[in-house]
């Protein structure tokens, strides 16, 4: 469950890369530029993957975090003899949440701070280009390992509650549908 989560977070991660830096850019502080545009910009730029490892980082370990915290939750609840229920989906969502929300916060502060820089050093028109390596390294000088779960809390409040309406309603929809709960 782990290796299939990371993995198919990395991959829809790494696709997503342009998509996420066009976002940034189109948030950034003096952008006139609409989504649409920024997107063009970022795949006209020649790097449209620029930045994408740090995300795929992420991506990976937010679905890894994710699979582990869902299906492992059930499946040691299901070992000490609990049976599958609402209530069951209901706590694996939230450690589902926590999981997720906690090893990808680190790259998600890095992630954060390295496109926000960049979309600031193109609108500025400074060429200089750092990695995200070295943006973590000068986050943990800045802050200390606490710079790299600032957000942590907003992070989790907004995972949690998708995750608590979403995978209770899933397993529902299934054992409505004849397939239940998967053993």
Known sequence: MVVSGFLSGALGFFLATPLFTAKIQAQSFNSQSSGWACLVNTVRSGHPFKGGSILVARGALFSAGFSFGYDGTKTQLRVRGIKESPMVHALASVVAAFLATSVAAPFDSILT?????????????????????????????????????????????????????????????????????MR
Do not use: H
Not at 129 to 149: D, H, K
Not at 152 to 176: C, G, H, K, M, N
């Open 113 to 181: 701070r390295y496109q926000a820089s960049r979309a600031m050093r193109a609108s500025s028109s400074s060429s200089s280009s750092s990695s995200p390596l070295v943006c973590a390294r000068t986050m943990y000088r800045e802050g200390g390992f606490r710079v790299f779960f600032k957000g942590w809390s907003l992070f989790f409040s907004r995972v949690a509650p998708l995750f608590l309406i979403q995978l209770p309603l899933y397993e529902q929809t299934r054992r409505l549908l004849g397939m239940d709960f």
